[in-house]
Each structure stands twice: as structure tokens, then as C-alpha cells.
């Protein structure tokens, strides 16, 4: 069932300047991934007038899920090469072209933003579209929040599951959280680790119900001191990898595009932590504004996610290390795979490569158990890892 929603959202600053690329997208958003529709939309769909030919794109390429439901009813599924069936030579979608906006399901109509009805009314872009990317990579000041009216056509929203205690400051909360990152006083690494230790402080006032301690640390009248930079040294570089190793085995079947840049990496460093602080340098040096790109992805990805309160049956201190593992891999398969390159439009397809794997999965939940596995609930081993 579709809902119209007219509302006044919370949004990011720069959500009513994004544009989609249409046909010009070097990686469309529909790569690699199947396309959902729900029971309504593919009826819908079946029922209008298209051409021959589109209508033989529609006979092989949709079916019906094994297990549907009326949400999720059938996909279109990628080829072989992991292309959509349905996209041009051009770029574009074969649907969109020929019935227009209306042809297609929820998904792509609403893609790359995503619509939050519960617990406050929130619109945002994913950072797996290469064009929000771009558009967080212009600028220079950190994101703002503000309300603007929008309307959708959604479907029913399940309510998501809370599972800490927020004592009704949910947003608030998530919006304290994000100030830490955009703390530019701090390295990234830095932030990252304050910001988790003040998380970790603010999970002991909520499970105490410490009113008092809570407003303190949420008007910054707590101050969480920060940890020091880290010396790098080989035996960083030796964990780092083997935590590259580990991610890349168990990303096999879910992301061959992140599985190559890792590969390439790993093979390229080879343990020489030389050529690492040699391919960083180069990194820092082609991308000046690295550590403000990087606060934008994080801090978008945080409201778009809902940082920490993702629906997950997962610690807050979970939810730390797994954000410290997107920051980690987003570090390392950038360095990387920038080693030998100048132009900032590949870092661009690499880091919006993660995030599709990062929204399209479960990755949060099964790279917080991985890091663990490697010793990283110890927060020290964490720092080293987000200090490479």
C-alpha cells in the first residue's frame, strides 16, 4: 500500500541541489544488485503499454522472488557482467525512458535518497550514488541539518526497533554524535575515537536512566578527552593488512568490485611498509582535502544510516567498531588503488563502491565481528587500525 507523505523532513544542507547523472554515471546505482518491486509496483508495471521490444527486456529479465511478499514481490536480476538488463547504451534506464517515472518501483524512484518516517520525519542521499559524492566533495564547511517540506509516495514503513535506551533523544543523540565528527580541531582518527568514547559514556548514563549525566553530555558540559595520534610503525601495517585480508575473504560472494581493489592492494603493499607510507603520502598529497571529504562520507553516512541506532540486534559499542571498519576500509582501498593515480574521480568510484556494498548488506554487523575476531574490541587495536 502507497502512502503520500507531505511533511517537513530534516535533511542535509546540500539535499535540494542534488541532481542525478542520468546516463553519464561512470558506475550506475543499479550495478551489480538486483531491483526490487513490491506486489503493487509490479502489477503496475505489467499492465502498461510498452513496446515489443522493451516488453522481451521485461519477460527474462523480471521474475517473481522465490519468497515473495508484498513488499519485496520481484526483481529484476543483473546479468552475468552484473549490468542492469534494463540499462541503455546510453546509461539510462530502458523503463524510465520509454513509460517514464511511474514505470519503475519505489526504489529506483526514490534512489539515491532515503525517506525516515519514524522517531522524526529525515530525508537523506547515500553516499553510493557517485554523484552525492561529488557533490559532498565541492564544499569545504561541514553539512548542516535543516527542515524543508517534502512529499513522497512511499510504502507502509515498519516501525523500527530501538533496542537501547534513548530516553526520547534519539535524534538528538545522533546529532550529537555527528558534531564529534565534524570536530575539525582533531585528525580523523582522532574524532573517530573521541566521538566512541563519548558514545560509550553516554551508554552508561542512558542504561544508568542518569538524566543529569545525559543532558551534561549532550550539551558538551562532559568533555571527553581526546587520545593522542599514533606513531605508525610495521606492526600497524601488519594488522592493517591482515584486517584488509580477513575483509576481502569474507567479501568473496558479496561485492567483486571491492574484492578486485583489495586484491590489487594487498598485492601491491605486499607487507612493505614503505611502499604503504609511500602510496599514503601520494594519496594525501592528490586529494589535499582528504580529511574533509572523509568527514562529509562519514558524517552523511552516519544520518543516513541513523548512526547508532540502526535496527540491529548489536551493541552500541558494535556499532562503533563497525563505523570504524568503513572508515578503515574507505582509508585502505583508497590508498591503494590511488597509488598511481592523480585524477580524484577514482577515489570517487572506490569510496562510492564501499558504500554500496556498505548499504546493500549487512556489512556493519558482519565487519564488527570480524574486527573482534582480530582483536579489535580492544579500543587500542582499534586506534591503530583507523590510524593508518
Known sequence: MLLDET?????PDYYEHFACKMGACRSACCEGWPISFSLDDYYHLMSQECSPELRRKLDTALHIKLSPTPDAYAEIAPRFDGACP????????????????????????????????????????????????????SRDEPIEFVKKELSFTLPRQSQPTIRFETMGKEQEIRLWLIRHMQNQTLPMPQRLMAMG????????????????????????????????????????????????????????????????YGEDALAYFDGSFDRYVKARDHFEAVLPKWDVWF??????????ARFPFQDRPVSLPDEFIALCAVFAMLRFLGIGHMRDQADPSHFVDVAAAVFRLVDHTAFDHYAAGMMKELGCDDWDRVHDLISL
Do not use: W
Open 7 to 11: 511533511h517537513e523532513f530534516l535533511v
Open 86 to 137: 534494463m540499462r541503455m547504451e546510453d546509461g539510462r534506464c530502458a523503463l524510465h525512458a520509454e513509460m517514464g517515472v511511474g514505470a519503475l518501483s519505489y526504489v529506483c524512484r526514490l534512489y539515491p535518497r532515503g525517506v525516515r518516517t519514524h522517531n522524526g520525519f529525515e530525508c537523506s542521499c547515500a553516499n553510493s550514488c557517485e554523484a552525492v559524492l561529488e557533490l559532498l566533495f
Open 197 to 260: 568514547h563519548a558514545l560509550a559514556a553516554l551508554d552508561e548514563a542512558l542504561a544508568a536512566r542518569d538524566v543529569q549525566q545525559v543532558e551534561r553530555l549532550l550539551r558538551g558540559q562532559k568533555r571527553i578527552q581526546p587520545l593522542k595520534p599514533k606513531e605508525l610503525s610495521q606492526g600497524h601495517l601488519d594488522f592493517g593488512l591482515r584486517f584488509a585480508s580477513g575483509l576481502i575473504e569474507l567479501l568473496d560472494q558479496r561485492s567483486d568490485s571491492i574484492r578486485a
Open 295 to 304: 568527514e562529509h562520507m562519514m558524517v552523511n553516512h552516519m544520518f543516513f
